[in-house]
Each structure stands twice: as structure tokens, then as C-alpha cells.
């Protein structure tokens, strides 16, 4: 599968381990809630290539993602000075 999106680097990287990768959503900057929306409705999220689920709970949006998936929120974790949480 080719990606076109913007942060596909990103996304590229973080599939490559597993994660849930929490995110604070009412601290978010503006222009990321902008990106994942961006991939929310492009429904790159159903590709399984990268994520397996996604929930919304409490504002936060948790998304179990594949070994590419999480190396991708690696990436951009450092990019947005760590306003994506990686956990194991």
C-alpha cells in the first residue's frame, strides 16, 4: 500500500511495533487534532498495515497500532515536542 498523506513518514515508522498511543485531546495542538482527523476520514485507521483498533474515550483517543504504526507516533511524538504519550 502507498501512502500519500503528509505524515506518512510518520505513520511509515510507527507501524513498525505494537502500542496503544494515548492521546491528551484537549491539549492537542490544533494543526495535530487536524492530522489524525485527516486520517480518521481518509480511514487509514482500518488498514490493519498500521492500526488494529481505535477508541475514543474521555477525550482521549487510544489506538492500538502495529510495529510500523507505532515506530510512525514515534516519530512524530519527537516532531510535536511529546504531545503523543507512547506506552508499551
Known amino acids: 500500500m502507498r501512502i500519500t498523506h503528509p505524515q506518512a513518514k ?41 492500526v488494529t483498533h481505535a477508541l475514543q474515550l474521555r477525550g482521549d483517543l487510544k489506538l492500538r497500532l502495529t510495529d510500523r504504526g507505532r515506530a510512525i507516533v514515534a516519530q512524530l511524538e ?3 515536542r511529546k504531545v503523543l504519550v507512547v506506552t508499551e
Not at 492530522?35 to 485507521?45: P, Q, R, S
Open 10 to 50: 510518520f505513520l511509515e515508522f510507527v507501524a513498525e511495533r505494537g502500542a496503544e498511543i494515548p492521546w491528551d485531546w484537549e491539549k492537542c495542538r490544533p494543526d495535530v487534532k487536524a492530522m489524525i482527523a485527516d486520517l480518521i476520514n481518509k480511514e487509514l485507521l482500518v488498514e490493519r498495515e498500521y
Open 78 to 80: 519527537v516532531a510535536q
